[in-house]
Protein backbone atom coordinates (compact mmCIF):
# COMPACT_ATOMS: atom_id res chain seq x y z
CA UNK A 1 0.00 0.00 0.00
CA UNK A 2 1.09 3.06 -0.60
CA UNK A 3 1.65 6.36 1.76
CA UNK A 4 -0.93 8.23 -0.46
CA UNK A 5 -3.52 5.71 -0.23
CA UNK A 6 -2.54 4.85 3.55
CA UNK A 7 -3.39 8.13 4.26
CA UNK A 8 -6.99 8.31 2.41
CA UNK A 9 -7.96 5.25 4.37
CA UNK A 10 -6.61 7.03 7.60
CA UNK A 11 -8.56 10.22 6.41
CA UNK A 12 -11.75 8.11 5.97
CA UNK A 13 -11.28 6.26 8.96
CA UNK A 14 -11.13 9.47 11.15
CA UNK A 15 -14.08 10.72 9.36
CA UNK A 16 -16.40 7.85 10.47
CA UNK A 17 -15.06 8.33 13.78
CA UNK A 18 -16.32 11.67 13.79
CA UNK A 19 -19.28 10.57 12.70
CA UNK A 20 -20.08 7.82 15.15
CA UNK A 21 -18.91 10.56 17.96
CA UNK A 22 -21.51 12.66 16.42
CA UNK A 23 -24.26 10.24 16.34
CA UNK A 24 -23.51 9.61 20.15
CA UNK A 25 -23.70 12.89 20.96
CA UNK A 26 -26.89 13.17 19.28
CA UNK A 27 -28.66 10.64 20.81
CA UNK A 28 -27.85 11.59 23.93
CA UNK A 29 -28.09 15.67 23.62
CA UNK A 30 -30.62 16.12 20.60
CA UNK A 31 -29.68 18.18 17.26
CA UNK A 32 -30.59 21.55 19.24
CA UNK A 33 -28.15 20.85 21.84
CA UNK A 34 -24.82 19.05 19.59
CA UNK A 35 -21.78 21.20 19.61
CA UNK A 36 -18.36 20.59 17.82
CA UNK A 37 -16.73 20.51 21.11
CA UNK A 38 -18.95 17.91 22.54
CA UNK A 39 -18.25 16.15 19.28
CA UNK A 40 -14.53 16.27 19.63
CA UNK A 41 -14.01 15.81 23.07
CA UNK A 42 -16.49 12.37 22.52
CA UNK A 43 -14.08 11.46 19.10
CA UNK A 44 -10.84 11.91 21.05
CA UNK A 45 -9.32 14.85 18.88
CA UNK A 46 -9.05 18.41 19.23
CA UNK A 47 -11.56 20.52 17.69
CA UNK A 48 -9.00 21.84 15.19
CA UNK A 49 -8.66 18.19 13.70
CA UNK A 50 -12.39 17.92 13.79
CA UNK A 51 -12.67 21.30 11.68
CA UNK A 52 -9.93 19.71 8.49
CA UNK A 53 -12.86 17.69 8.32
CA UNK A 54 -16.27 19.41 8.70
CA UNK A 55 -15.89 22.98 8.39
CA UNK A 56 -18.96 23.01 10.72
CA UNK A 57 -21.72 21.56 12.62
CA UNK A 58 -24.39 22.14 10.09
CA UNK A 59 -21.79 20.16 7.28
CA UNK A 60 -22.03 17.36 9.66
CA UNK A 61 -25.34 17.50 10.32
CA UNK A 62 -25.36 16.99 6.51
CA UNK A 63 -23.46 14.07 6.41
CA UNK A 64 -25.03 12.30 9.27
CA UNK A 65 -28.62 12.81 6.89
CA UNK A 66 -27.04 11.01 3.79
CA UNK A 67 -25.45 8.26 5.66
CA UNK A 68 -28.43 7.27 8.05
CA UNK A 69 -30.68 7.31 4.66
CA UNK A 70 -28.22 5.63 2.79
CA UNK A 71 -28.14 2.77 5.35
CA UNK A 72 -31.89 2.92 5.26
CA UNK A 73 -32.20 2.85 1.48
CA UNK A 74 -29.94 -0.41 1.54
CA UNK A 75 -32.22 -2.29 4.07
CA UNK A 76 -34.99 -1.53 2.04
CA UNK A 77 -33.38 -3.09 -0.87
CA UNK A 78 -32.49 -5.85 0.72
CA UNK A 79 -35.92 -6.62 1.44
CA UNK A 80 -37.25 -5.63 -2.21
CA UNK A 81 -34.84 -7.81 -3.39
CA UNK A 82 -34.85 -10.60 -1.21
CA UNK A 83 -35.18 -14.00 -2.65
CA UNK A 84 -37.66 -15.32 -0.49
CA UNK A 85 -40.84 -15.85 -1.83
CA UNK A 86 -44.11 -14.12 0.02
CA UNK A 87 -46.94 -12.52 -0.54
CA UNK A 88 -47.40 -8.69 -0.64
CA UNK A 89 -48.80 -8.14 2.19
CA UNK A 90 -45.71 -10.42 4.00
CA UNK A 91 -43.52 -8.16 2.15
CA UNK A 92 -45.13 -4.69 3.31
CA UNK A 93 -45.19 -5.94 6.73
CA UNK A 94 -40.88 -6.44 6.74
CA UNK A 95 -40.40 -3.08 5.14
CA UNK A 96 -42.65 -1.41 7.91
CA UNK A 97 -41.36 -3.32 10.56
CA UNK A 98 -37.63 -2.46 9.76
CA UNK A 99 -38.43 0.92 9.12
CA UNK A 100 -40.61 1.32 12.65
CA UNK A 101 -37.58 -0.56 14.20
CA UNK A 102 -35.12 1.72 12.35
CA UNK A 103 -36.58 5.20 13.21
CA UNK A 104 -37.13 3.57 16.96
CA UNK A 105 -33.10 3.70 17.48
CA UNK A 106 -32.82 6.80 15.44
CA UNK A 107 -35.58 9.35 17.60
CA UNK A 108 -33.61 12.22 17.53
CA UNK A 109 -33.03 11.67 14.06
CA UNK A 110 -36.38 11.03 13.25
CA UNK A 111 -37.37 14.24 15.10
CA UNK A 112 -34.91 16.80 13.43
CA UNK A 113 -36.17 15.80 10.29
CA UNK A 114 -39.71 16.49 11.39
CA UNK A 115 -38.49 19.95 12.84
CA UNK A 116 -36.80 20.00 9.30
CA UNK A 117 -34.07 22.95 8.65
CA UNK A 118 -34.87 25.01 11.62
CA UNK A 119 -31.80 26.99 12.62
CA UNK A 120 -30.01 25.95 10.04
CA UNK A 121 -28.16 28.93 6.79
CA UNK A 122 -30.08 29.17 4.26
CA UNK A 123 -27.47 27.40 1.70
CA UNK A 124 -27.61 24.66 4.30
CA UNK A 125 -30.86 24.39 4.55
CA UNK A 126 -31.13 24.22 0.00
CA UNK A 127 -28.16 21.53 0.41
CA UNK A 128 -29.99 19.10 3.10
CA UNK A 129 -33.76 20.05 0.74
CA UNK A 130 -31.74 18.66 -2.12
CA UNK A 131 -30.44 15.55 -0.18
CA UNK A 132 -34.08 14.85 0.87
CA UNK A 133 -35.34 15.27 -2.35
CA UNK A 134 -32.64 12.68 -4.42
CA UNK A 135 -33.43 10.02 -1.91
CA UNK A 136 -37.50 10.51 -2.12
CA UNK A 137 -37.36 9.93 -5.68
CA UNK A 138 -34.71 7.26 -5.42
CA UNK A 139 -37.04 5.46 -2.41
CA UNK A 140 -40.03 6.08 -4.95
CA UNK A 141 -38.54 4.36 -7.73
CA UNK A 142 -37.74 0.94 -5.92
CA UNK A 143 -40.93 0.88 -4.32
CA UNK A 144 -42.62 1.40 -7.32
CA UNK A 145 -41.23 -1.55 -8.68
CA UNK A 146 -41.91 -3.25 -5.88
CA UNK A 147 -45.89 -2.69 -6.43
CA UNK A 148 -45.34 -3.47 -10.14
CA UNK A 149 -44.11 -7.00 -9.29
CA UNK A 150 -47.61 -7.96 -7.87
CA UNK A 151 -50.32 -7.68 -10.23
CA UNK A 152 -50.89 -3.50 -10.38
CA UNK A 153 -54.61 -4.67 -11.65
CA UNK A 154 -55.32 -5.02 -8.32
CA UNK A 155 -54.87 -1.35 -7.43
CA UNK A 156 -56.60 1.61 -7.82
CA UNK A 157 -54.03 3.94 -7.61
CA UNK A 158 -50.84 4.69 -9.67
CA UNK A 159 -47.50 2.89 -8.27
CA UNK A 160 -46.41 6.76 -7.13
CA UNK A 161 -49.72 7.82 -5.33
CA UNK A 162 -49.50 4.58 -3.47
CA UNK A 163 -45.63 4.97 -2.43
CA UNK A 164 -46.50 8.25 -1.29
CA UNK A 165 -49.40 7.04 1.05
CA UNK A 166 -47.37 4.14 1.94
CA UNK A 167 -45.06 6.26 3.48
CA UNK A 168 -47.18 8.95 5.01
CA UNK A 169 -48.94 6.02 7.02
CA UNK A 170 -45.60 5.15 8.47
CA UNK A 171 -44.14 8.47 9.14
CA UNK A 172 -47.56 9.87 10.74
CA UNK A 173 -47.55 6.95 12.65
CA UNK A 174 -44.23 7.57 13.85
CA UNK A 175 -44.79 10.82 14.64
CA UNK A 176 -47.90 10.35 16.97
CA UNK A 177 -45.84 7.84 18.74
CA UNK A 178 -42.38 9.61 19.54
CA UNK A 179 -44.71 13.09 20.35
CA UNK A 180 -46.63 10.84 22.82
CA UNK A 181 -50.33 11.05 21.26
CA UNK A 182 -50.07 7.70 20.19
CA UNK A 183 -49.57 5.66 23.59
CA UNK A 184 -50.14 2.13 22.60
CA UNK A 185 -46.53 0.12 23.73
CA UNK A 186 -46.05 -0.45 19.80
CA UNK A 187 -46.88 -0.02 16.48
CA UNK A 188 -47.94 -3.19 14.89
CA UNK A 189 -46.69 -3.48 10.62
CA UNK A 190 -49.38 -5.70 10.24
CA UNK A 191 -52.05 -2.86 11.09
CA UNK A 192 -50.16 -0.05 9.02
CA UNK A 193 -50.56 -2.67 5.67
CA UNK A 194 -53.75 -3.50 6.61
CA UNK A 195 -54.90 0.61 6.83
CA UNK A 196 -52.73 1.12 3.51
CA UNK A 197 -54.44 -2.38 1.78
CA UNK A 198 -57.70 -1.66 1.96
CA UNK A 199 -57.31 1.95 0.82
CA UNK A 200 -55.16 1.07 -2.61
CA UNK A 201 -56.91 -2.22 -3.32
CA UNK A 202 -59.69 -2.54 -6.12
Not at 21 to 32: I, K, S, T
Not at 88 to 110: A, H, Q, R, T, W
Not at 169 to 194: A, C, H, S, W
Request: proline share 0%.
Amino acid sequence: MSTKERREREKQQRKRTIIKAALEVLREDGFARISMDKIAERAELSKGALYLYFENKEKLIIEIFWMLMEKLKKKIKDIISSDEKLELEEKLNKLIGMVLDFYSNEVEFFVFMNNALIGLSSDMMQELKKTAVNFSIELNEIMEKLFEEYNQDRYKYSTLEMNIAFRGIIKNFLVEKFFGVYKQEKIRPEMLTDIFLRGVMK
